[in-house]
């Protein structure tokens, strides 16, 4: 399935709702869909602006992105795949962002995000962004997708 970006008038859907609804079509009926459902041909239009952050509970850091997008790497000024998220991600640790990820693991639920951050070389970031839960083989949340569109100040 590949998945074209909606319209909205004249302007291109945001990130944030063409993920979200790639997402609610994989999740069909079930509480959310698996890791394995993401097929990033299928929305390789937005792909470069997403990230993928798996959930290892036994592990320390419990946070790790699996994937960034090349888009997202400017705006982190690094390449934090296989990285704990929060101790990376901006400087000083964005205690705000470590619990929206949390939310979204303990709801099970989608959210949209807008913050600022400084990234690793000291610029300024505002986004917009879309965290939805992916779930393990034995549908708790494992991992979290999201999509983000950003500019640098």
Same mark, same amino acid.
């Given at each position: 399935?590949?998945? %074209?970006?909606?319209?909205?008038? @004249?302007? /291109?859907?945001?990130?944030?709702?063409?993920?979200?609804?790639?997402?609610?079509?994989? &999740?069909? #009926?079930? !509480?959310? +869909?698996?890791? @394995?459902?993401? &097929?990033?041909?299928?929305?390789?239009?937005?792909?470069? %602006?997403?990230?993928?952050?798996?959930?290892?509970?036994?592990?320390? +850091?419990?946070?790790?992105? %699996?994937?960034? =997008? /090349?888009?997202?790497?400017?705006? $982190? =000024?690094? #390449?934090?795949?296989? @990285?704990?998220?929060?101790?990376?991600? *901006? $400087?000083?640790?964005?205690?705000?962002?470590?619990? &929206?990820?949390?939310? *979204?693991?303990?709801?099970?639920? !989608?959210?949209?995000?807008?913050?600022?951050? *400084?990234?690793?070389?000291?610029?300024?970031?505002?986004?917009?962004? *879309?965290?939805? +839960?992916?779930?393990?083989?034995?549908?708790?949340?494992?991992?979290?997708? =999201? =999509?983000?569109?950003? &500019?640098?100040?």
């Amino acid at each position: 399935m590949i998945l %074209s970006l909606r319209p909205l008038g @004249k302007k /291109q859907a945001r990130i944030n709702e063409t993920l979200e609804d790639y997402w609610r079509t994989l &999740k069909g #009926d079930k !509480p959310m +869909p698996y890791e @394995k459902d993401i &097929k990033p041909e299928s929305i390789a239009g937005i792909w470069d %602006s997403c990230f993928l952050i798996s959930i290892v509970p036994e592990e320390n +850091p419990r946070l790790k992105y %699996s994937y960034l =997008g /090349q888009n997202l790497i400017e705006a $982190y =000024g690094d #390449d934090l795949a296989n @990285k704990e998220v929060c101790e990376v991600l *901006v $400087y000083p640790t964005n205690d705000h962002l470590r619990e &929206k990820f949390e939310e *979204v693991e303990r709801t099970g639920a !989608p959210t949209n995000e807008a913050g600022e951050f *400084v990234n690793k070389n000291g610029a300024k970031v505002k986004y917009r962004s *879309v965290l939805l +839960p992916l779930a393990h083989d034995d549908g708790t949340v494992g991992f979290i997708l =999201g =999509g983000m569109k950003w &500019k640098m100040f």
